[in-house]
């Protein structure tokens, strides 16, 4: 069983970062016939998402929340002993783009870096990654960025596709303190085509046929996000003892209106505790559980403590959940940028 308390784990802090530029559902008439948009609004949820201006990157999306996280917490290069981004569109094929952000961002040498590709339950194993790190000895603070920009194969031919996604990037700290992380991963890897984007990759490298964007099978998606990931949010609280009407919210991937109202009855859960953002930045995959806390302690009252749980599923398949506190004060606001990172490509 893949679970774990983590001690002597504090969350320090959480900034997220979106593209200034807001796109309205509504717009999506200029692709498909405005009864189609609508019953997509209701059913999703999604009223408007924020995209990049073409040149933006996930990796971009990340660098403006963590250096106004670290500038917020008075943190130079020195303070950082591992990197972590987690992404499902890296900004090339080599080397990992956790290397262009360690640059970028200015963190010492001895400092662990590495890039993982995952989608929806990112954040979720990201703090697992570092939690673990912290705990064992290896580093004292680490830093998990999570971002997604898909800049090159976009499907506008279908609704669910082409209103579905926006853009966003993610930082937070993570550091040897005095509270704990309990967490519970999975995965089953017979779901791969489930979601899934096959060309252009090394088994199938050519481009001129086949699909070159994300495909859905979204019966099965449903069918996986609606059974396993109740049952994953039962079985964490009866192992670490703790009921879920105890934790302050529950932080869901943000994957549709729909699916977070499905998860919410299964497990007995008043939708007053499952935040949503979506409706104004959409499903950003990776980093919707922490744009989704960002969002709500936009709405909160300074000097809160939250008690979470969180729970990130799809691509993979992969699902977990998480717990830990953060101080409401600790999650910087929303950053709008139109902020790239300026390069020749040679």
């Known amino acids: 069983m893949i679970s774990k308390k983590f001690c002597n784990i504090s969350i320090e802090g959480l900034a997220c970062a979106v593209p200034s530029k807001a796109v309205l559902s509504q717009e999506l008439t200029d692709l498909f016939d405005a009864n189609s948009v609508n019953r997509f609004v209701a059913a999703t949820g999604i009223k408007q998402r924020h995209v990049t201006n073409g040149k933006q990157t996930g990796s971009d999306l990340c660098y403006v929340a963590a250096k106004k996280l670290m500038a917020e917490k008075s943190l130079n290069g020195d303070d950082i002993d591992a990197l972590v981004f987690v992404t499902q569109f890296p900004d090339y094929k080599i080397p990992s783009t956790a290397y262009v952000l360690q640059y970028r961002l200015g963190l010492k ?62 930082a937070c700290l993570i550091a040897k303190g005095t509270d704990f992380v309990n967490g519970m991963i999975r995965s089953d890897g017979s779901g791969y085509k489930t979601i899934w ?29 609606i059974t396993k990931v109740p049952k994953l949010l039962k079985e964490f609280c009866n192992t670490f003892e703790t009921p879920i009407e105890s934790f302050d919210y529950c932080i869901l991937h943000q994957a549709n209106l ?89």
């Open 109 to 170: 040498q001895d400092c662990l870096v590495f890039d993982v590709n995952l989608g929806c339950s990112a954040f979720i194993n990201g703090i697992y990654f570092l939690a673990g790190l912290i705990e064992s000895g290896t580093i004292n603070r680490g830093l998990l960025l999570v971002g997604d920009v898909d800049m090159e194969y976009q499907n506008t031919s279908d609704i669910s596709f082409a209103g579905m996604f926006g853009d966003a990037g993610s």
């Open 258 to 346: 729909m699916v977070l109202q499905q998860i919410a009855k299964k497990i007995k859960l008043d939708m007053s505790k499952v935040p949503v953002s979506l409706d104004k930045y959409g499903n950003t995959d990776g980093s919707s559980i922490p744009v989704t806390i960002v969002d709500l302690c936009e709405k909160l009252k300074k000097g809160e403590r939250l008690n979470l749980i969180a729970s990130g599923f799809g691509v993979g398949l992969s699902w977990g959940v998480i717990s830990f506190t953060v101080a409401s004060d600790d999650v910087l606001p929303m950053i709008l940028t139109d902020d790239y990172y300026k390069e020749d490509y040679i």
């Open 197 to 225: 984007t096959p060309k252009p990759g090394a088994r199938f490298p050519q481009k001129n046929n086949g699909p070159l964007f994300k495909t859905m099978n979204g019966e099965d998606t449903f069918t996986f996000t």
